[in-house]
C-alpha cells in the first residue's frame, strides 16, 4: 500500500518543497494550511491535483481545531512533518502586543496536539519529523518566542523518540539556518532597514561567514526530511539536525 505522510505548512516555502519532493517520490499525502484561502491555492498546484493529495485546513493555533480535526482522522499514516511555524520578534523590554501565545501556539502546542491525536494512526514503523531551527539550538536576541517555541519543538523530539522508539517509530528534528523563503525575506529586509543597508548588502553581508556563502534553499531542507521518512533512516531517531548555517550574530 502506498505510504501515506501528513506535511503543515505546506502552501509555501519549505513545506510546499517537502511536499513536492515526497510527492516526487511517490508517498500519498495530506497537506495542511492555515485557512481556506492558501488550501484553495494549494489545491491548483499540479503536484498536488496529479499525486491527489488531500489539502485541509487547520489553524495549528487554535487548540480546538487541531483536536478536532485529529478526532476525525481516518485511515493509516507512515508519517507526520511538523513543518508549519511563524516567527514573529518581541524583546523582554519591548512594550505592546507580545506575540508569545501565537507563537508558542503555532510552532508548539499546534504541533503537540496534532501530533498526540494522531499518532494512534502512525503505522509501526512509521516516522515523525519535526521542522525546528537552529534557534532551537541557540538564543538570539528579541526571538524569545520563536527561540522558545523551537527549543521546545526539539524537546518534544527527544521524548518521542525514547517514547517511541520500541515500537518502531523515529523522530527526528530538522534545524535550518537561513532558508530562502517568504519567513527569512522578511527577516532580512526588516534587518536591513534597521541597520540603514540594502536588502542585497544585508544578504552578502550574511552570508560571508557561512560555509556555503549562501541561505539554504527549501529543496535543500526537503532533501533532509525525505530521508529521514526513508526506509534508509531507519536507524535515525532523537536527533537535532543542524544545516550548514553558522549564526554569528548576537
Ligand atoms: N525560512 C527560514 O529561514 C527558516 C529557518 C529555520 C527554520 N524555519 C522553519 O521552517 C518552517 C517553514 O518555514 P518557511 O520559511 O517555509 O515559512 P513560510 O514561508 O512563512 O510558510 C509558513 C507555512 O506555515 C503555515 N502556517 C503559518 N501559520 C499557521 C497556522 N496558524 N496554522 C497552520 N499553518 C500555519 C503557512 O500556511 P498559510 O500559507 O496558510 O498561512 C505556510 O504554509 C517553520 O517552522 C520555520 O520556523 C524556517
Not at 492555515?34 to 489545491?43: D, T
Not at 557561512?210 to 533532509?224: H, S
Amino acid at each position: 500500500m502506498t505510504r501515506r505522510i501528513l506535511v503543515t505548512g505546506a502552501s509555501r516555502g519549505i513545506g510546499l518543497s517537502i511536499a513536492q519532493t515526497l510527492a516526487d517520490k511517490g508517498y500519498a499525502l495530506d497537506l495542511l494550511t492555515s485557512g481556506e484561502a492558501s488550501a484553495e491555492s494549494l489545491r491548483a498546484e499540479a503536484f498536488v491535483r496529479s499525486s491527489q493529495a488531500r489539502v485541509h485546513a487547520v489553524n495549528l493555533s487554535d487548540a480546538h481545531a487541531v483536536k478536532d480535526f485529529a478526532s476525525k482522522w481516518q485511515g493509516e499514516l507512515w508519517g507526520i512533518v511538523n513543518n508549519a511555524g511563524i516567527c514573529k520578534t518581541f524583546g523582554l523590554l519591548d512594550s505592546g502586543d507580545d506575540p508569545l501565545d501565537e507563537v508558542l501556539g503555532t510552532n508548539l502546542i499546534g504541533p503537540y496536539l496534532l501530533t498526540k491525536g494522531l499518532i494512534a494512526h502512525l503505522t509501526r514503523p512509521g516516522r515523525i519529523v519535526n521542522i525546528a531551527s537552529q534557534l532551537g539550538q541557540e538564543g538570539r536576541a528579541g526571538y524569545s518566542a520563536y527561540c522558545a517555541s523551537k527549543f521546545g519543538l526539539i524537546g518534544l523530539t527527544k521524548c518521542w523518540a525514547k517514547e517511541l522508539g520500541a515500537e518502531g517509530i523515529t523522530v527526528n528534528a530538522v534545524c535550518p539556518g537561513w532558508v530562502g523563503t517568504e519567513m527569512s525575506f522578511k527577516d532580512v529586509e526588516r534587518m536591513a532597514a534597521e541597520q540603514g543597508v540594502s536588502a542585497e548588502q544585508f544578504y552578502k553581508d550574511t552570508c560571508a561567514p557561512l560555509e556555503l556563502k549562501r541561505f539554504n534553499t527549501p529543496a535543500e531542507v526537503a532533501n533532509l526530511v525525505a530521508f529521514l521518512v526513508s526506509d534508509e533512516a531507519s536507524g535515525v531517531t532523537g536527533r537535532d539536525w543542524l544545516m550548514h548555517t553558522v549564526w554569528n550574530q548576537s
